[in-house]
């Protein structure tokens, strides 16, 4: 019986060269015959003819591989495989199997072990699109002092009066604010997007970036942890003093 599999991961990832190797040998070992096609960030489409010649490419920074079609079929045309890594926003990494049931069921296990294990550090925080986040905030927190005085919580003096000034800053902040999330939350998308890339393909020279924009980001994580265990202390002192 002759069965399909498909599946989209929205994952960032790193692709080793032994990752790769992985791969390429369980499309050619069950499905057949590889073809590997790269789009690089000089905007060339490559071809490579096996996996050795993939891994030994430059990568330099110019010709940067940014996404990698793996495809295997079988002579006879029953066997067929995809799996597609792609540094873009809604791609991820798609995997597409049709043969038999018994080979599916096998190589759909096997691959989805190698592409756990590309998942990077925080990759997480690639789920979230810090824009939308930054403008839900500052919808809640616009809320909640209209909230608070609609559901009378907060009461507000029946005498009060708000002078032409006091109403101009008010419109200017409701008018700078939106830009303001906004601004922040595209800041957070690029400084996560630089410090932790969505994908990685760790050949050639990539490998020594990969290196050194590691050490980058253990420098930034283990600042931050430091950051968050004083402020943690800091609090604790001071509800202690109280």
Not at 17 to 32: Q, W
Not at 61 to 85: C, F, G, N, Q, V
Not at 205 to 233: D, N, P, Y
Request: glycine residues 6%; aromatic residues 8%.
């Amino acid at each position: 019986m002759d069965a399909e599999f498909s599946i989209d991961i929205r994952q960032a990832f790193i692709a080793r060269n032994a990752d790769l190797r992985k791969l390429g040998e369980l499309l050619t070992e069950r499905i057949g015959e590889l073809s590997l096609n790269a789009d690089c960030a000089d905007g060339l489409t490559r071809k490579f003819a096996s996996i050795n010649e993939l891994v030994d490419y430059e990568n330099s920074k110019a010709k940067e591989l940014t996404r990698l079609r793996m495809t295997a079929r079988s002579d006879d045309y029953k066997k067929r495989a995809e799996i597609d890594l792609s540094g873009s926003t809604w791609r991820g990494i798609s995997i597409r199997i049709e043969a038999r049931e018994d080979v599916v069921g096998r190589l759909k296990e096997s691959v989805l072990d190698v592409v756990s294990e590309m998942r990077p550090m925080c990759s997480w925080l690639h789920r979230y699109d810090f824009v939308l986040v930054a403008f839900g905030i500052h919808i809640l927190i616009s809320l909640i002092p209209a909230g608070l005085i609609a559901t009378g919580i907060v009461q507000v003096p029946q005498n009060s009066s708000i002078t032409a000034q006091a109403a101009a800053k008010a419109m200017l902040i409701g008018l700078i604010s939106p830009a303001f999330a906004f601004l922040l939350g595209a800041i957070a998308n690029r400084f996560r997007d630089t410090i932790l890339p969505r994908a990685v393909f760790a050949v050639g020279h990539a490998e020594r970036r990969l290196a050194k924009l590691e050490k980058v980001q253990s420098t930034v994580v283990l600042g931050f942890l430091v950051s968050f265990a004083a402020s943690v202390v800091v609090a604790i002192w001071q509800v202690w003093m109280a």
